[in-house]
Nanobody, 126 residues
Framework: QVRLVESGGGLVQAGGSLRLSCAVS????????TAWFRQAPGKEREFVGG????????YYRDSVKGRFTISRDVGANMVHLQMNSLNAEDTAIYYC???????????????????WGQGTQVTVSS
């Protein structure tokens, strides 16, 4: 059974940083793409960024490029989202996700992912 657990959310001032983590159990990271999504109040869940199954490529939505970085720790089977220069528009619940497509590509649509964590709240005060 695949399980994802996010951690690291919290309250931060605008301009600050947070590092989110996603612990994956039930399978190894190295064969599947992983992604981060977020959902702000009253808005649809949106793609933030993703990492390929090889770990060698990443892709981000335009609004976080240059500020957010996805990395992974294969030994710990964890994925991280480093968020810098945070602003109020980054306030949301952040989710990590993966799917069952072995050696799949990074997909930006929610429907491509069938394993989700419970989410972690990120609040940026201005």
């Amino acid at each position: 059974q695949v399980r994802l657990v996010e951690s690291g959310g919290g309250l931060v001032q605008a301009g600050g940083s947070l590092r989110l983590s996603c612990a994956v159990s039930g399978r190894t990271l190295t064969y599947y793409a992983t992604a981060w999504f977020r959902q702000a109040p009253g808005k649809e869940r949106e793609f933030v960024g993703g990492m390929s199954w090889t770990g060698s490529s990443t892709y981000y939505r335009d609004s976080v490029k240059g500020r957010f970085t996805i990395s992974r720790d294969v030994g710990a089977n964890m994925v991280h989202l480093q968020m810098n220069s945070l602003n109020a528009e980054d306030t949301a619940i952040y989710y990590c996700a993966t799917n069952d497509v072995r050696h799949g590509t990074i997909e930006t649509g929610m429907n491509y992912y069938n394993h989700w964590g419970q989410g972690t709240q990120v609040t940026v005060s201005s």
